[in-house]
């Protein structure tokens, strides 16, 4: 695999991740009680539990994304200047 090759892998990784995560961000914020109240119902956790693992997912979620797709693309990217 030459470096433009995974130089485009990442970038269109790191764009479709961090599609992902925006949506996650949105469907949170937009949706949170459907999203409690589906959980709830399921299973019987209170309404505070949903959203602190909701939010701490997002956080994982982006932390991983950072390290995963969007430093590597960026290293990619310095190093295919050269």
């Not at 990784?13 to 925006?22: E, K, M, P």
């Not at 589906?38 to 956790?45: D, P, V």
């Not at 959203?51 to 990619?76: D, M, R």
């Amino acid at each position: 695999m030459d470096i433009q090759r995974l130089k485009s892998f990442l970038m269109w990784c790191t764009v479709i991740n961090g599609a992902l995560l925006v949506f996650s961000v949105v469907i949170g914020i937009a949706a949170l009680d459907f999203v409690y109240q589906s959980h709830s119902e399921l299973f019987s956790i209170p309404g505070e539990a949903v959203g602190t693992s909701f939010y701490t997912l997002l956080g994982l979620f982006k932390l991983l994304w950072l390290f995963f797709n969007l430093i590597p693309y960026v290293a990619v990217s310095i190093i295919s200047r050269k």
